[in-house]
């Protein structure tokens, strides 16, 4: 069983920027893709970013591209989005998932195995 816990959301001003953080635990990290994942009220789920296990691989969501960064530090079993240039339309709870992928990534949130609770991450104008 995976266990995957969120930090470091907040509430920041259009512009700023805020990294997000994800700790995993109970199997191998550098054999999981991650996944970013963004659901804002009212909306569904939607990709955000994604990493290979063994980090060589990464996608962006064009909504995103240019402005967040995913990385991971396999050493530490955590997965990172530095997100720059905040926009009020990035206003969501953030979650991040995990599936077997060390060299793929994916980008739909059925095809992810685990979940984490997620953490609110609010920009205001």
């Known amino acids: 069983q995976v266990q995957l816990v969120e930090s470091g959301g907040g509430l920041v001003q259009a512009g700023s920027s805020l990294t997000v953080s994800c700790a995993a635990s109970?199997?191998?990290?550098?054999?999981?893709?991650m996944g970013w994942f963004r659901q804002a009220p009212g909306k569904e789920r939607e990709f955000v970013a994604a990493?290979?296990?063994?980090?060589?691989?990464?996608d962006y969501a064009e909504s995103v591209k240019g402005r967040f960064t995913i990385s991971r530090d396999n050493a530490k079993n955590v997965v990172y989005l530095q997100m720059n240039s905040l926009k009020p339309e990035d206003t969501a709870v953030y979650y991040c998932?995990?599936?077997?992928?060390?060299?793929?990534?994916?980008?739909?949130?059925?095809?992810?195995?685990?979940w984490g609770q997620g953490t609110q991450v609010t920009v205001s104008s």
């Open positions: 998932a995990a599936v077997y992928g060390v060299n793929y990534y994916y980008r739909r949130p059925q095809e992810y195995e685990y």
């Open positions: 109970g199997r191998t990290f550098s054999n999981d893709c």
């Open positions: 990493i290979s296990g063994s980090g060589r691989m990464t």
